[in-house]
């Protein structure tokens, strides 16, 4: 089984989790509905994530101090594959981000099923833990992190992409079934000016922390 921890993750886990107490009935029923479609948006962007990460020939994690990349008008930020990364970016003032804050990934280029895949998933995963993240000194909210389990699904694998480079056995594929799980972080466009994003979790108990230095540009009449 080929398989890959990462890490930058986030505690909002068990906030977005346990959510809010429902004031009666019909709150309970909006309330489940929304977190519904919330968690089917984190699976969504998770399973994009990841074939960017994993599957792109633009193969981020292999690349030093490397950011991101803008993925259909969204900055995807890399992840931590060290204990300690650093990253500057320099975005647009209408640029949504968003980022792995930790998670797992299996895939197995000689073929399993997606019961074995999920199998390994669930034991691998067991050991990222203590996600935490702030953005510019605060704690990320409910709304800007999130925890899925984006179960299993099928990536494009591209030449060069990270899964071909490490997994001889996946050069002459070019898709691939995997599962996954992990924190999802989404930021609205943020101000013009220097912002601070830092993410961090543990791996079998090593921290991983990765900061994100993002500089916001002015629009040329802005002042």
């Known amino acids: 089984m080929r398989k890959?921890?990462?890490?930058?993750?986030?505690?909002?886990?068990?906030?977005?989790?346990?959510?809010?107490?429902?004031?009666?009935p019909a709150s309970a029923k909006v309330s489940a509905a929304q977190d519904s479609a919330n968690n089917a948006l984190l699976v969504k962007l998770q399973q994009k994530y990841w074939g960017w990460l994993f599957g792109s020939a633009t193969n981020p994690l292999l690349r030093e101090r490397y950011c991101g990349e803008e993925v259909d008008g969204v900055l995807f930020l890399n992840a931590a594959a060290q204990p300690n990364f650093e990253a500057t970016c320099t975005v647009t003032p209408e640029t949504r981000i968003v980022g792995l804050p930790g998670g797992t990934i299996e895939w197995e280029s000689s073929g399993?099923?997606?019961?074995?895949?999920?199998?390994?998933?669930?034991?691998?995963?067991?050991?990222?833990?203590?996600g935490a993240g702030t953005l510019d000194g605060r704690s990320l909210d409910r709304e800007e992190i999130g925890f899925a389990n984006a179960s299993a699904y099928t990536i494009r694998i591209a030449d060069g992409s990270f899964i071909k480079t490490v997994d001889p056995?996946?050069?002459?594929?070019?898709?691939?079934?995997?599962?996954?799980?992990?924190?999802?972080?989404?930021?609205?466009?943020?101000?013009?000016?220097?912002?601070?994003?830092?993410?961090?979790?543990?791996?079998?108990?090593?921290?991983?922390?990765?900061?994100f230095h993002i500089n916001v540009t002015r629009r040329p009449h802005d002042h």
């Open 169 to 211: 056995g996946a050069v002459g594929l070019s898709k691939i079934r995997v599962a996954s799980s992990g924190w999802i972080v989404r930021l609205a466009p943020l101000t013009p000016g220097p912002h601070a994003l830092v993410l961090s979790d543990t791996i079998d108990g090593t921290p991983f922390v990765a900061t």
């Open 112 to 130: 399993a099923t997606d019961e074995e895949l999920l199998a390994h998933l669930a034991v691998d995963s067991a050991v990222v833990r203590d």
């Open 4 to 24: 890959s921890l990462i890490s930058v993750a986030l505690t909002a886990h068990m906030a977005f989790a346990l959510g809010l107490t429902p004031a009666d």
